[in-house]
């Protein structure tokens, strides 16, 4: 019988967190400063980030010590399950092994967790008192909102309005944890202000929250900022994932030929591809393909331009090289709320500008299409965003079935979709509509991009 469930003991959960930046094809370009547009040092963000997570940003150490407390944290829920998705397998018709990785069983239905308790620890390593922060759908609000009951940690959110007016059970959970939770754009900060000055109906987005996340942060000596995705100590951890799903394909005895996943800022498909990406980069292993899926509605990877840009919309946060849609950029309101970031994370787009990731976008209704087939197969409902990345291994499958292949697929099922049942709804009611920026309006975004040029 093949294997169809993995599950590690807590004396497998790893150690160390991965940092891919040693093993990259090339150095980043260094990140600047947002008002001087000077190499950014570790000084700068001191009133802005805590002393741990500033150290992992800079860091290039290849493996970096997991605190004690925060691997104790981690086994609320970790280590998390590797599924072998059996019948879905069956339902294609294919002869590829299809492997997820499943995310939904932490306490707040994703892997924010990994990242959020780590900076929560440090956080509180420092004497800090309160926390700020964006969301998008409220997967990494809810994360932080956890994180901060953890370490007696004040928790306040800047939800993306049209993710607010979604899902409003995402801010109910962050606020049975203790969280404040405002929609952004809002009228508590001077980014905040100015948007709805000019548009009282803005839908809002993740680069927006993210100003008003700093602003606010900024305001108050007892208050620092914790992002979501992007940053590279974010990304650092959450390898725990793909150190994990290593281990436990060791068990079933495959390697993936292909790693998929969806991508926003980046941060749950690097945490499952950057441990296998190792194998790639340091010749350990040749032959996998890393596939990265983003929505239509907003295409960084696909259609962005790499850049150096702001990672928020008031140009507050540091300068980074991305691929980016432009920091101005208006994504439509589509339900996978965590993937409408306008950039990507930084060693992401170096890993794009190599050819070792490769980027594809897909529609609203394509998502959800495989989505409902996962469910009808698998049992589980995923959140749209982790739908992408599903949407993409069906298609790998059926590409191989095509091929007469018999390929390994590892995808990530980065959260649970029970609380995304108004998207559902509307797809299985068919007034789910498709959205894609026409390229005059991806033109004008990138037209105000920072005048700081990437080296060639």
């Not at 940003?57 to 086994?75: A, G």
């Not at 409220?138 to 940690?153: D, K, R, T």
């Not at 589980?380 to 291994?393: I, K, L, Q, T």
Request: with cysteine; net charge negative; aromatic share 8%.
């Amino acid at each position: 019988m093949a294997t169809t469930h993995v599950v590690l003991s807590a004396a497998d959960l790893p150690d160390h967190w991965y940092n891919i930046v040693p093993d990259l094809p090339a150095s980043p370009p260094p990140a600047l400063h947002p008002q001087t547009l000077e190499p950014l040092r570790p000084e700068d963000l001191a009133g802005l980030l805590p002393q741990g997570v500033i150290e992992q940003e800079f860091s290039e150490e290849r493996w970096i010590e997991i605190p004690d407390r925060v691997r104790e944290l981690y086994q609320i829920w970790r280590p998390s399950p590797l599924h072998r998705a059996t019948r879905l397998e069956r339902a294609l018709d294919t002869p590829a092994r299809i492997y997820f990785k499943y995310e939904g069983v932490s306490p707040a239905g994703s892997h924010k967790p990994n990242t959020a308790i780590a900076q929560a620890f440090y956080a509180a390593q420092d004497g800090v008192r309160r926390l700020t922060s964006e969301t998008g759908a409220g997967q990494w609000g809810s994360a932080l909102s956890f994180a901060g009951s953890l370490f007696g940690l004040e928790v306040t959110v800047y939800m993306v309005r049209s993710s607010f007016q979604q899902k409003p059970y995402r801010r109910i959970l962050m606020e049975t944890w203790g969280a404040e939770v405002h929609p952004s754009p809002s009228a508590r900060t001077d980014a905040g202000r100015a948007v709805l000055a000019q548009t009282p109906d803005s839908p809002g987005s993740i680069g927006i929250a993210i100003s008003e996340a700093v602003q606010d942060a900024l305001s108050r000596e007892d208050t620092r900022f914790a992002l979501g995705s992007i940053s590279n100590n974010v990304l650092i951890h959450q390898s725990v994932i793909g150190l994990e799903a290593k281990k436990q394909l060791e068990i079933a005895d495959d390697y993936p030929d292909v790693v998929v996943g969806c991508v926003g800022g980046g941060s749950g498909y690097a945490g499952l591809s950057y441990p296998f990406l190792y194998d790639t980069l340091t010749g350990k292993r040749s032959g996998t393909r890393f596939v990265a899926v983003e929505p239509d509605a907003c295409p960084s990877l696909t259609r962005g331009t790499y850049a150096y840009d702001y990672p928020d919309t008031a140009s507050l946060g540091p300068v980074l090289p991305m691929f980016t849609l432009g920091h101005n950029f208006m994504p439509a309101p589509i339900h996978a709320g965590g993937l409408r970031h306008h950039g990507s994370s930084p060693t992401m787009g170096t890993l794009v500008q190599h050819g070792h990731v490769r980027a594809r976008s897909v529609s609203q209704t394509d998502v959800f299409s495989a989505a409902v087939q996962f469910a009808r197969n698998e049992g589980f409902v995923m959140a749209p965003e982790s739908a992408h990345g599903v949407r993409g291994a069906i298609d790998e499958a059926l590409a191989a079935r095509e091929a007469g292949e018999a390929r390994a697929i590892l995808v990530h099922v980065s959260g649970h979709g029970n609380f995304d049942m108004a998207a559902y709804d509307s797809y299985l009611a068919h007034t789910l509509t498709d959205h894609e920026p026409d390229q005059a309006e991806i033109e004008r975004a990138l037209g105000e991009l920072p005048s700081a040029k990437v080296p060639v």
